[in-house]
T-cell receptor, first 111, second 112 residues
Framework: KNEVEQSPQNLTAQEGEFITINCSYS?????LHWLQQHPGGGIVSLFM???GKKKHGRLIATINIQEKHSSLHITASHPRDSAVYIC?????????????FGKGTKLSVKP | EPEVTQTPSHQVTQMGQEVILRCVPI?????FYWYRQILGQKVEFLVS????????KSEIFDDQFSVERPDGSNFTLKIRSTKLEDSAMYFC??????????FGSGTQLSVL
């Protein structure tokens, strides 16, 4: 059974700190999404990665296919970054939206 | 900016009743999905839909569930006879092709 594991479950940081959230996945996952879930529940897709690294503003996502590991980094964190960050793996051979979701990492950035 | 719209934002229903959750995907998108998130748990994939038919479904998506694209814009999830355990946040999403997954803001379903 394909699985996605995230760590840590909860993360508290001070404004300005560099943040890393980790995701490990099993064989059978062909790509990874990083998602942001707002306190109200809405979900926003941040990145989809199948190799290498992507950057958008203060967010950086990397993936190591050999090690089956991905990281999401936030530079110069800000209280508005407070949210749940979810790693979701795309099932190999499945439809585009057939995702296996991690439990999420709840990030709280204090001013 | 285009967005996926879900209605209603909250739905309360009695056990055994039928509910229809509605979604308006982004207009040029071809692939549509439903997910659910039970309170405190992971998001779970329910179904994907393409070219007017289900392309994939999970074990959760049993005979109680159905999806439909009744016209050119709406995408609906129907639960025929709701159970207490169907209480969850239901998310619709759409994509144009293999990248760019866009989620709606969700419908919170409460079954009493």
């Amino acid at each position: 059974k394909n699985e996605v594991e995230q760590s840590p479950q909860n993360l508290t940081a001070q404004e300005g700190e560099f943040i890393t959230i980790n995701c490990s996945y099993s064989v059978g996952i062909s790509a990874l999404h990083w998602l942001q879930q707002h306190p109200g529940g809405g979900i926003v897709s941040l990145f989809m990665l199948s190799s290498g690294k992507k950057k958008h503003g203060r967010l950086i996502a990397t993936i190591n296919i050999q090690e089956k590991h991905s990281s999401l980094h936030i530079t110069a964190s800000h209280p508005r970054d407070s949210a749940v960050y979810i790693c979701a793996g795309l099932n190999y051979g499945g439809s585009q939206g057939n995702l296996i979701f991690g439990k999420g990492t709840k990030l709280s950035v204090k001013p | 900016e285009p967005e996926v719209t879900q209605t209603p934002s909250h739905q309360v229903t009695q056990m055994g009743q039928e509910v229809i959750l509605r979604c308006v995907p982004i207009s040029n998108h071809l692939y549509f999905y439903w997910y659910r998130q039970i309170l405190g748990q992971k998001v779970e994939f329910l179904v994907s839909f393409y070219n007017n038919e289900i392309s994939e479904k999970s074990e959760i998506f049993d005979d109680q569930f159905s999806v439909e694209r009744p016209d050119g814009s709406n995408f609906t999830l129907k639960i025929r006879s709701t159970k207490l355990e169907d209480s969850a946040m239901y998310f619709c999403a759409s994509s144009e092709f293999v990248v760019g997954l866009f989620f709606g803001s969700g419908t919170q379903l409460s079954v009493l």
